[in-house]
Structure formats: structure tokens, C-alpha cells
């Protein structure tokens, strides 16, 4: 069986590359082999859009397609996740085609850079492009001085994208400046995009012929193969919404909270972690405001020192103030389209209130408040002398029951008080009873 095994390997060795010389003579029918990789772009521009569009050049790179097709939906995004998109792009090897689509659909701000930045730009019927002002793409406040340094540079940048690719750079200069967005055919007739197409196979027809770098595109018969969103790049997606981003700050504070006031629960402060984890894993991504956690930490501080101070709701209201105030300033630097609105921060400020304000402040309490069961809650209680007690024997009465008893100091004579030091197994020291005021609770 060896020698046999040994005689085919020698076999598939020397008529292997006979098979492939002669698989590259052998004509075939090239038409069927085309492909076009089509990506679909939704919703905000983010690092996941980045990540998504970057898998998209390489996955059309390895099938050898026509071209890249990105099918564009959004209202703008992360300044700095465009830039990586468009210097992907410029920088691309294979055609791409950014079509603005569906009807209704939006190329604006962020959008309106990746467009620009493509090879074929196309939109369809009843769709917009524009208004790329960088207030509305990097959100916030800026003081002039620099507010005019990122209106300057988006300018130079958007007019770099549209001179590199013969496009009106004067347009893209006031689309950033005045915010100015036009519609499909207004773009069409100031060379803003090259073509208007009703739908994809219109879109793959009229591409069909064209010469990009050198390469003429034949699309009219290419199969279409689309590639999805994988599930990492959903999820990441998601979970860098500024709501889901409130939703786990509150959740690693609940979490973890509660682990502390009941240790071993586990389910708390795992679920705690894995949202600080997530929470961190976005903001390092995210243009996160640190004042904005800075006053999140204070807001905790206060609520959880309102547990052993009470001071009648001062300092809840402080925290609970914090608390909105730095859930507000950590999305502010978030594009507009995707700050975090105050239905989201009233009800979440509410709760953090109420778990603060009775599940926390209970928790927090019984971690450091004497023990109320057992014997140990015994401990420092007065106890009735019934024989005298001394450094060897003697008794006393806990609650109706009988203790054998010791003292470590002087004698204590029968029927005084005394005062429980702490339990050895049947046997209970005590000390001579120093009256205090107003302890009435003996355990005679």
C-alpha cells in the first residue's frame, strides 16, 4: 500500500504542472468569470465602517471582481473614520464605484468625502449630497481658533479628493464652507458624480466599457456577489451607538456595585466586567469626552458616601447632577447625528438615582454595619452575673439561657452586669459592665 501511495504522489508531481501549463493554453470563456463585489454602507460612519469597507477592497481583490460596488446610505460620521476610508480608497488597486442609493438616500457630510473619493461616483433617482461642514462631522464645541484650523484643513482635504478623481473641487470647497447639498441631478450637471442609475443591474450597464486606470470595466454580464457585514463588525457597530454605550457605563456600575454589597452573587460582577470591557474596547474607538467620565466617577463618590452620610438628599441630588451632566459631555464630541439624546439621559439619570438611593445605599449599609444574627451580634451586649465569674469558671444569663463564663480582667460577683467579649465554642468572656447611655437592650 505504501509503494502504491508512493507511485501515485510521483505521479500528481510530475503531471501537475503539465496540467496547469496546459489549463492556462485551454481558451475559456471569460464573460462567465466576471464578478462585481457589492457592500452595502448604512447608517454612521464609524471604525467598524472602516474595518467593513477595508474587508470589502481585499474580498474583491481575491475574487479578481470588476469592481468594488458601495452601496451608500448615510448622514455623516467620525472625521477620522473617513479619512481612513478615503485613503484606502485613493490608494485602492481595484475600481470602486460608490453608488448613493436607496431613493430617498443621503450622501451627506462623511458620505459626501466617500463619494468623491470613488472612481465611478453614482446616485439614484431622489437622492442627496452635501453639507460636509466639519461642525456637523466632528461634533462639540470648539473655540474659533480652532473650529477655522478644521474648517481649513476638510476644505484642502475635500478638494485634494475631487481634483485626484476630475471632480468639481469648487462644489466640494462649499459643500464644507456653506454646507451646501444638491440633489442627483444637480450633482450630474456640476460633475459632482458621473452617472444617475435607477437601480444596480442599471448601474453595472452603464459602467459597462469604461476605463478605469487602465482597465476597462466589463460589467454588464458580471455576477453580482454581495458581501455582508460580518458578525463582529454588527456588533462592534452596536455597541458604539452613545445609547448602548449609556446602557453598559450603567450596567458596569450596577455590576460591579453590586458584587461589592453582595460578594459571591458572580452574575453581577460578570456581567460588570464584560460591560466595562465592551465600554472601554468603544471609547477607546470613539471620540469619548474624559470630563464627561471624570464627572460619571463623582457622581458615584457622591451617591455611595450619601450611604453613610446622610445629608438628607444633598448629596444624591449632587451625584445624580453629575451624573447627567457627564453622560451629556461624554457623547459630546460624537457627530450630531449621533450625540445621545435626553430621552435617553433622563430616565437613565432616574435610575441610577433609585439604585443608588435604596438598592446601593442597603448593600453599601450591611457590608459595614455589626453583624444582627448569630452570636456575634451578641457582642458587646450585657449579660446578668448568676455565679461569679473569674479567670476559671463561672456563669451568666444571654437571653434566657445559661452561659459558662470567664473573665480576663477582675472578678465579677454574682447578679452584676457584665458585658460579652466574644464566644469560645461553650464558653462565653465577658468584662465588669460600664454603664453607657441609653443601652437598654440587655440580654438578661
Not at 456595585?257 to 453581577?268: L, R
Not at 443608588?356 to 454595619?369: D, P, V
Request: proline share 4%; aromatic share 8%.
Amino acid at each position: 500500500m505504501r509503494t502504491i501511495a508512493y507511485i501515485l504522489f510521483l505521479i500528481m508531481m510530475v503531471f501537475t504542472p503539465v496540467w496547469e501549463g496546459f489549463a492556462t493554453v485551454v481558451p475559456q470563456d471569460s464573460s462567465s468569470e466576471k464578478t462585481v463585489t457589492v457592500i452595502t454602507v448604512k447608517g454612521t460612519i464609524g471604525p467598524t465602517t472602516t474595518n467593513y469597507i477595508t474587508r470589502g477592497l481585499e474580498t474583491a481583490i481575491k475574487r479578481n471582481a470588476e469592481a468594488l460596488i458601495i452601496e451608500l446610505d448615510t448622514p455623516g460620521g467620525l472625521l477620522n473614520s473617513t479619512q481612513d476610508i478615503v485613503q484606502e480608497m485613493l490608494a485602492s488597486e481595484i475600481p470602486i464605484v460608490v453608488y448613493v442609493t436607496p431613493s430617498g438616500g443621503n450622501a451627506g457630510s462623511a458620505g459626501t468625502f466617500i463619494t468623491l473619493a470613488a472612481h465611478i461616483a453614482a446616485m439614484a433617482p431622489t437622492t442627496t449630497i452635501g453639507a460636509a461642514s466639519p461642525v456637523s462631522m466632528g461634533g462639540g464645541q470648539q473655540d474659533t481658533v480652532m473650529q477655522k484650523k478644521i474648517f481649513n484643513y476638510s476644505e484642502s482635504f475635500i478638494e485634494n479628493i475631487a481634483k485626484e478623481r476630475n471632480r468639481n473641487a469648487e462644489w466640494a470647497k462649499s459643500a464644507v464652507s456653506d454646507g451646501e447639498a444638491i440633489t442627483e441631478t444637480e450633482a450630474l450637471e456640476l460633475n459632482v458624480i458621473d452617472l444617475i442609475a435607477t437601480d444596480l443591474n442599471d448601474l453595472m450597464e452603464q459602467i459597462d466599457g469604461i476605463e478605469v486606470e487602465g482597465r476597462i470595466l466589463q460589467t454588464s454580464n458580471a455576477t453580482i456577489e454581495p458581501l455582508d457585514e460580518s458578525f463582529a463588525e454588527k456588533f462592534f457597530s452596536f455597541i458604539m451607538r452613545p445609547e448602548i454605550m449609556l446602557i453598559l457605563t450603567m450596567v458596569a456600575i450596577y455590576g460591579i456595585v453590586g458584587e461589592v454589597t453582595n460578594p459571591g452573587a458572580i452574575v453581577p460582577g460578570v456581567a460588570g466586567v464584560i460591560a466595562l470591557i465592551l465600554l472601554l474596547y468603544g471609547s477607546a474607538a470613539m471620540p469619548i469626552n474624559v470630563a464627561g467620565f471624570i464627572l460619571i466617577g463623582l457622581a458615584i463618590v457622591l451617591f455611595i458616601t450619601e450611604a453613610f452620610t446622610p445629608t438628607f438628599g444633598i448629596l444624591m441630588t449632587g451625584g445624580a447632577v453629575s451624573f447627567f451632566l457627564g453622560a451629556l459631555m461624554l457623547f459630546q464630541d460624537f457627530p450630531k447625528e449621533m450625540q445621545l439624546d435626553w430621552y435617553w439621559l433622563v430616565p437613565a439619570t432616574i435610575l441610577m438615582v433609585i439604585f443608588f438611593g435604596w438598592i446601593a445605599t442597603s448593600g453599601i449599609k450591611a457590608q459595614f454595619t455589626g453583624h444582627r444574627t448569630g452570636l456575634e451580634s451578641l457582642i458587646g451586649k450585657k449579660a446578668k452575673v448568676i455565679d461569679d465569674v473569674d479567670k476559671r469558671s463561672g456563669r451568666v444569663m444571654i437571653s434566657g439561657e445559661y452561659w459558662n463564663a470567664i473573665t480576663e480582667g477582675e472578678e465579677i460577683k454574682s447578679n452584676e452586669w457584665c458585658e460579652i467579649v466574644r464566644f469560645e465554642g461553650l464558653t462565653v468572656t465577658v468584662k465588669p459592665y460600664t454603664p453607657k447611655e441609653e443601652t437598654h437592650h440587655g440580654a438578661d
